[in-house]
């Protein structure tokens, strides 16, 4: 079984420091194991963590998840609801948030505009001195963008208008994944036992399956736009020479 310190803990599950020990202040996490004066973290407080974020998300408060994690700790049968759930609606990427100075952050996405524009739309957050931004991949593909003379303006512009767009993607995908499961199981169906075990699997292997289609998409519909824009550029250079 691996062992995390609170730091690894954090950054595997997505999160911060500040976080854990507030869970643990509200009982949601238990205790690490002391070695000396270093708290050590094992594979099932990551699940329990990756738990307690899932239903954070959804908007359960920290008394409901505490009633739920004592129903699945006592072994009532909410284990495999809590487990689809989580396989549902866990983060799709590996990727856990950077965290940096505030000045670092305005200076890597091309100024104060820039930040608060990614603030508003969920992107960074900022405390105070520090900052954190939610996808490194992201933020360093916006800093080398910047560096090849994309205006910072234009990206965040790209990035907002991304969002609406991909989110009805998201949605065609989510909407026909329901679909199906409320043919074949029932609009009330609670999965238990191995067949929560077979959904969890489900859904692990349907992320792989929708991010490679998506790509193969992409890829098409960007290489036929590409191709547009360079027969339109192409067009308006011979009517230039008319």
Do not use: C, K
Not at 52 to 70: N, P, T
Not at 117 to 131: I, K, N, P, S
């Amino acid at each position: 079984m691996r062992e995390y310190r609170i730091d690894e803990l954090a950054r595997a599950a997505g999160t911060t420091v500040r976080n854990i020990r507030a869970y643990q202040d509200r009982g949601l996490l238990h205790p690490p194991r002391v070695l000396g004066r270093v708290g050590v973290y094992s594979d099932t407080h990551l699940r329990r963590l990756r738990r307690v974020l899932s239903l954070l998300r959804r908007g359960y408060a920290s008394a409901q998840i505490q009633e739920l994690l004592g129903a699945w700790d006592s072994g009532s049968g909410l284990a495999g609801v809590i487990d689809v759930e989580e396989a549902a609606t866990g983060a799709w990427t590996e990727e856990s948030p950077v965290e940096l100075t505030r000045d670092e952050l305005v200076e890597r996405v091309g100024g104060e505009a820039q930040l608060e524009r990614l603030v508003a739309t969920g992107w960074a957050q900022v405390d105070g001195e520090r900052a954190t931004f939610r996808s490194p991949a992201l933020l360093d593909a916006f800093a080398e963008a910047i560096e090849l003379g994309w205006p910072p303006e234009d990206l965040t512009d790209l990035h907002e208008r991304l969002g609406p767009a991909l989110d009805a993607v998201a949605g065609l995908f989510v909407d026909t994944a329901v679909d199906h499961l409320v043919a074949e199981h029932g609009d009330t169906w609670v999965p238990r036992g191995e067949e929560a075990a077979r959904t969890v699997e489900l859904f692990g292997r349907l992320r792989g399956l929708t991010a490679a289609t998506v790509r193969v998409h992409l890829a098409r519909a960007l290489e036929e736009r590409a191709v547009q824009a360079v027969e339109q550029h192409r067009s308006r250079i011979e009517a230039a020479r008319d």
